[in-house]
């Protein structure tokens, strides 16, 4: 089994910066993709940013140049740095990992349990 766990949400003012991470523990043979997703009430979920294991990152056009996704190996953590904050940004965040738990089989999704960011006006 793989749990992932967040941490980092709160209140902050627009213009403001939050840090979130996320680490996973559990039977890990290797973990590929890393991303942050959000979702705001009433709408669907939606990619933030996303890190490959090579370290390729990809944004949504609305954070680019704002957030930053980066990933630590080696405490299988990944990062998400939120600069210029909006209160656009309000939603749960989540964070999503492509784990391979033994080696040959194909990797699955796994979810951190949301942390809410509310950026006020």
């Known amino acids: 089994q793989v749990r992932l766990v967040e941490s980092g949400g709160g209140l902050v003012q627009a213009g403001g910066s939050l840090r979130l991470s996320c680490a996973a523990s559990g039977s890990i043979f290797s973990i590929n993709g890393m991303g942050w997703y959000r979702q705001a009430p009433g709408k669907q979920r939606e990619l933030v940013a996303a890190?490959?294991?090579?370290?390729?990152?990809n944004y949504a056009d609305s954070v680019k140049g704002r957030f930053t996704i980066s990933r630590d190996n080696a405490k299988n953590t990944v990062y998400l740095q939120m600069n210029s904050l909006k209160p656009e940004d309000t939603a749960v965040y989540y964070c999503?990992?492509?784990?391979?738990?033994?080696?040959?089989?194909?990797?699955?999704?796994?979810w951190g349990q949301g942390t809410q960011v509310t950026v006020s006006s």
């Open positions: 890190i490959t294991s090579g370290g390729s990152t």
């Open positions: 999503n990992f492509k784990v391979r738990t033994i080696t040959l089989a194909p990797s699955k999704d796994y």
